[in-house]
């Protein structure tokens, strides 16, 4: 859906661009964006190339590096979480002092830093712990793509199994070069819990025993009893504090209950020498209405919530990143002021404040301006915003999407105020050029109504007096963007073709 990208046929190879590879300014222009791969080099090999590169790679580069924009991107500050970051650093502390945290529940719109907050103090914890040698560790978990009881508990008993064989092979190595030092004369049984060298060769192979035993789970194909036996096994394998952080954790309640939250909080009840303390992160903030209230309960001991940002904050977010992202100059002061302000209007969501920045600046790219301006901003605010709609369009279920296509036929053929009969009647004919289930009128208007609550289409109920209510329906996104989606649904397959039916209803 990109009008910028030019595919490589519609650019000619001219001899002029061919004589720019070779321009000695166009080499010193590209050796400053070269990070990693020498790009003279590869120009020079490729003497037979078109050229596609050439007018991008002649702009001076906005930015310096790019990466720092990414949603990928952990960074080392975030300005305006203090207090949440805090709190969190003084519930988890009781884990380095060998005790076990209050489970917490992390609350807050969609962008409000939680994830980011929720590894920055994971991060420090485990450093911390390793620094002071005291065993505590954090698990992370992301529950949108980890969504069911088995897959969490195996990935925890795996994470645990790989650190308990980590730990004995250090402590096997440990063993065995003391055991050749007293061999060797240089060291004695003295102040060592071994009363023989036997007594160490035992203790070794012991451990080689436990590390033989520890089975990694498969992904699949256990009972879920057997793969809770595993974790908790391995988790209480040595004194340990675990914090598991389940980040979306609304996700794995929607798509497999609560089981996994109700075992995991009862454990601690039963582990001998370690202990372990939740997390949870959630942007639904109704997610703990479908939970076990003893679930509950023991979820949100504490509970956090992140606010949305407003502009100011959302400015400072976009200025630190902007510092590093940009190169010196290349913003004009009022794009992020535009981006705070657009992404304070989205109930103060940073990750869109940073997409809307980055693809400013690479729209200012592409265009070969020097600068990023306030309409490269405007710009990418609407391409943010089509890229949504496409993307809420192609994943429609293909019943909606033939309604859609219904309404689209409608309005290309001038039909305005359509009605719900009119798009009944398209519908059906497509369905039936198409071979599709038909529905009911009654399930349309349905679907009409779906695809309303996406913003997709507008209906308004509007009253015809005596002839009573109906409802009047007209397309709320970009004509041609959308028929285009639908056109690349192989399943709706011919459906392009269907066409002439609604010209010859309407031309007579
Ligand atoms: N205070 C901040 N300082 C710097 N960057 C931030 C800050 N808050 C959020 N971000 C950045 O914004 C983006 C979104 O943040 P994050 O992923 O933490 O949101 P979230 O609250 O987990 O959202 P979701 O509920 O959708 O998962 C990330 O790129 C993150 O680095
Ligand atoms: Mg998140």
């Given at each position: 859906m990109?009008?910028?990208?030019?595919p490589p046929d519609?650019?000619p190879?001219?001899?002029?661009?061919?004589?720019?590879?070779h321009?000695?300014?166009?080499r010193?222009?590209?050796?400053d964006?070269?990070h990693?791969?020498?790009?003279?080099?590869?120009?020079?090999d490729?003497?037979e190339?078109?050229?596609?590169?050439?007018?991008?790679?002649?702009?001076?580069?906005?930015?310096e590096?790019?990466?720092v924009?990414?949603?990928?991107?952990?960074?080392r500050?975030?300005p305006?979480?203090?207090e949440?970051?805090?709190?969190?650093?003084?519930?988890?502390v009781?884990?380095l002092r060998?005790?076990?945290p209050?489970?917490i529940?992390?609350?807050?719109?969609?962008?409000?830093g939680?994830?980011?907050s929720?590894?920055?103090v994971s991060?420090?914890?485990?450093?911390?712990?390793?620094?002071y040698?005291?065993?505590?560790e954090?698990e992370?978990?992301?529950?949108?793509?980890?969504?069911?009881?088995?897959?969490?508990?195996?990935q925890l008993?795996?994470?645990f199994?790989e650190?308990?064989r980590?730990?004995?092979?250090?402590?096997?190595?440990?063993?065995t070069?003391?055991?050749s030092a007293?061999t060797?004369?240089?060291?004695?049984l003295?102040?060592?819990?071994f009363?023989?060298?036997a007594?160490?060769?035992?203790?070794?192979?012991?451990?080689?025993t436990d590390?033989?035993?520890?089975?990694?789970?498969?992904m699949?194909?256990?009972?879920?009893?057997r793969?809770?036996?595993?974790?908790?096994?391995?988790v209480?394998y040595?004194e340990?504090?675990?914090v598991?952080?389940l980040?979306?954790?609304?996700?794995?309640v929607?798509?497999s209950g609560d089981?996994?939250?109700?075992?995991?909080?009862?454990?601690?009840?039963?582990?001998?020498?370690s202990?372990?303390?939740?997390m949870g992160?959630?942007?639904d903030?109704?997610?703990t209405?479908f939970l076990?209230?003893r679930?509950?309960s023991s979820l949100?001991e504490e509970?956090?919530?992140?606010?949305p940002?407003d502009a100011?904050?959302?400015?400072?977010?976009l200025?630190h990143?902007a510092?590093?992202?940009?190169?010196h100059?290349?913003?004009?002061?009022d794009?992020?002021?535009?981006?705070?302000a657009?992404a304070a209007?989205?109930?103060g969501d940073?990750?869109?404040?940073l997409?809307?920045?980055?693809?400013?600046g690479?729209l200012?790219?592409?265009?070969q301006?020097d600068?990023?301006?306030?309409g490269h901003?405007r710009?990418?605010?609407?391409?943010?915003e089509?890229?949504?709609?496409v993307?809420?369009v192609?994943?429609?279920?293909?019943?909606s999407k033939?309604?859609?296509?219904?309404?689209?036929?409608l309005?290309k053929?001038g039909v305005?105020?359509?009605?719900?009969?009119?798009?009944f009647?398209?519908?059906k004919h497509l369905c039936?050029e198409i071979d599709?289930d038909?529905l009911?009128?009654r399930?349309?208007?349905?679907l009409?109504s779906e695809l309303?609550?996406?913003g997709i289409?507008?209906a308004?109920v509007?009253?015809?007096?005596?002839?009573?209510r109906?409802?009047e329906?007209?397309l709320?996104?970009?004509?041609?963007?959308?028929?285009?989606?639908?056109?690349?649904?192989?399943?709706l397959g011919d459906i392009e073709?269907?066409?002439?039916f609604?010209?010859?209803?309407?031309d007579?």
């Open positions: 990109d009008s910028n990208d030019t519609d650019r190879a001219s001899d002029s661009e061919e004589d720019n590879l321009d000695a300014s166009a010193d222009r590209t050796a964006i070269s990693d791969v020498d790009i003279n080099d590869v120009l020079d490729e003497e190339n078109q050229g596609l590169f050439d007018d991008l790679l002649s702009g001076e580069p906005i930015f590096n790019k990466e924009l990414r949603p990928s991107y952990t960074p500050e975030l305006h979480r203090n949440q970051i805090n709190r969190m650093a003084t519930i988890l009781s884990a060998g005790d076990t209050s489970n529940l992390i609350y807050g719109k969609t962008g409000t939680k994830t980011a929720a590894k920055f991060n420090e914890l485990e450093s911390t712990s390793q620094r040698d005291v065993p505590c954090v992370y978990i992301n529950c949108e793509v980890t969504d069911t009881q088995y897959r969490v508990l195996a008993a795996n994470k199994i650190k308990n980590a730990v004995i092979t250090k402590r096997v190595d440990d063993l070069d003391r055991r007293i060797d004369g240089d060291a004695t003295d102040m060592s819990p009363d023989s060298t007594a160490i060769d035992d203790r070794i192979e012991t451990l080689k590390r033989e035993a520890m089975d990694s789970v498969p699949t194909g256990w009972p879920t009893d793969v809770y036996s595993s974790f908790f096994e391995a209480d040595h340990r504090v675990a598991i952080m980040d979306e954790i609304d996700k794995l929607e798509k089981d996994t939250l109700y075992n995991l909080s009862r454990m601690n009840s039963e582990l001998e020498n202990r372990i303390s939740i992160i959630s942007n903030l109704k997610f209405d076990d209230p679930v509950k949100g509970e956090i919530v992140f606010p940002y100011n904050q959302l400015r400072d977010i200025q990143r510092d590093v992202a940009f190169k100059g290349a913003l004009t002061e794009v992020i002021p535009l981006c705070a657009f209007q989205e109930h940073a990750r869109r404040a997409d809307l920045l980055r693809t400013a690479e200012a790219e592409r265009g301006a600068t990023v301006e306030e901003v710009q990418a605010q609407d391409k943010i089509l890229d949504r709609v993307e809420v192609r994943t429609l279920p293909t019943q033939i309604v859609l296509f219904a309404i689209i036929l309005e053929n305005h105020n359509i009605n719900t009969g009119e798009v009647n398209i519908y039936e599709a038909v009911t009128q399930r349309v208007t349905d009409i309303d609550m996406l289409v507008n308004v509007v009253s015809k007096g005596r002839y009573g109906t409802k329906i007209s709320s996104v970009p004509v041609d963007e959308t028929e285009a989606v639908l056109l690349s649904d192989s399943r073709n269907a066409q002439p609604v010209q010859a209803r309407f007579n």
